[in-house]
C-alpha cells in the first residue's frame, strides 16, 4: 500500500482546518496548562480519526501522523493526567479500531532531536521520554505491539566512533518498555558518514532484531557498495512483517530549486513496481495525499 506522512492538504483548506498538529507555545502551556493540552489532543485526535476516514475513502492505506504537538507538552506529563482523558481515550480507540477494521497501517517519525545514541546520558534519556510518549498514544489506541504500526527513527550520528554509538543503542533498546521496543524502527541516513543499510543490519538489526526502514533517497548518498534492490532485500529481511520503506525524488531531477541534492521534490513521477510490490511505501514529498493520488492514477 501506499501513504503519505502529517498533513492532508485537501482537508487543511477546509474551515475549520482538519489537522492534528495544534500546539502552544511555551507561555500558553505555562498559562493553561493541563486542562489546554488536554484540549488540544482531543481534537488532534478527532482529526486524526477524520483523516484516517479520508485516507480509505481515496484507498490510501498507510499514514504517518505527525510527532510534533500531537499531543501538545507531552514531555512535562502523562498523558493519562489529562483532565479529560476519558474522552481521549475513546476517540483514540475509535481511530485504532478503524485501523485495524481496514487493514490500514499508522505510524510516526519522532523528530530530529530523539537522539538514542548520544553520548550524553541526558539527551539519551529525552529521547526515551519522547519514545515513551509516542507508544503510549498507540497504545491508547489499542493497537497491538508489534512493527505492525512502527516508530521510526535515525540513530542520530556516529560521534566519532560507529562501533561505540552502536553499543550506546543496543544499551539503550534494553531501557525502553515494549511498547516502544516491539514498534521500533531504524531507518538508513542520507550521508556516507551516517549509517548506511548494510551498517544498521549488521551493527544494530542483528542484535536487537530491530527492523531497517529502507530509504530509497537516502540510499543515494551511503551505498556501502550495494544496489537499490540489494539493500532493500537487506532492510527487508530484518521485518516480521510487510516492510516499510520509503520513498521520494531530488528535488534537482523536477528542476525545483534546492539548496542541497538531498531535498525532496514536491511530488514523484512513479514508485518503483518492484518497490510497490513487496513493501508499504511511504512517499514523502510536499504534495502528500496529492502525491500518492497522482501516483495511483498513472500506475
Known amino acids: 500500500m501506499l501513504g503519505y506522512a502529517g498533513r492532508n492538504n485537501t482537508l487543511r483548506d477546509h474551515q475549520p482546518p482538519v489537522r492534528c ?111 515513551e510518549n509516542h507508544g503510549s498514544w498507540l497504545d491508547l489506541m489499542g493497537l497491538p505491539q508489534t512493527n505492525e504500526y512502527p516508530i521510526n527513527i535515525h540513530i542520530g550520528g556516529h ?61 543515494s548518498f551511503s551505498t556501502d557498495g550495494t544496489t537499490y534492490r540489494e539493500a532493500f532485500a537487506l532492510a527487508a529481511d530484518t521485518w516480521g512483517v510487510c516492510p516499510v520503506t520509503h520513498y521520494s525524488e531530488p528535488a534537482i531531477l523536477h528542476a525545483e530549486n534546492a539548496d542541497r541534492p538531498q531535498t525532496h521534490a514536491s511530488y514523484v513521477d512513479r514508485v518503483p513496481s518492484w518497490l510497490h510490490t513487496q513493501a508499504d511505501v511511504m512517499i514523502e514529498c510536499d504534495g502528500k495525499e496529492l502525491a500518492v493520488n497522482q501516483v495511483q492514477t498513472t500506475t
Request: proline share 4%.
Open 159 to 219: 560521534y566519532g566512533d560507529k562501533a561505540s554509538t552502536a553499543d550506546r543503542f543496543i544499551e539503550f533498546m534494553k531501557t525502553v518498555s515494549s511498547s516502544v521496543a516491539d514498534r521500533l524502527v531504524i531507518e538508513n541516513d542520507d550521508s556516507p558518514n551516517l549509517w548506511s543499510v548494510t551498517e544498521l543490519v549488521e551493527s544494530i538489526s542483528t542484535v536487537t532484531d530491530c527492523p531497517i526502514t529502507f530509504d530509497y533517497h537516502h540510499h
Open 21 to 131: 498538529n495544534r500546539g502552544m507555545q511555551k507561555k500558553t502551556w505555562e498559562d493553561k496548562g493541563l486542562p489546554y493540552a488536554g484540549e488540544l489532543a482531543e481534537q488532534n485526535f478527532r482529526d486524526l480519526l477524520t483523516i484516517l476516514q479520508w485516507n480509505y475513502e481515496h484507498d490510501i492505506g498507510f499514514y504517518r501522523c505527525t510527532s510534533q504537538s500531537f499531543v501538545p507538552w507531552n514531555s512535562q506529563y502523562n498523558i493519562e493526567s489529562l483532565p479529560n482523558i476519558d474522552t481521549i481515550r475513546e476517540i483514540a480507540e475509535q481511530c485504532g479500531e478503524f485501523i485495524q477494521d481496514h487493514d490500514m497501517r499508522l505510524s510516526f517519525h519522532p523528530d530530529y532531536f530523539v537522539k538514542p545514541a548520544s553520548t550524553t546520558r541526558s539527551t539519551r534519556e529525552k529521547a526515551r521520554k519522547s519514545l
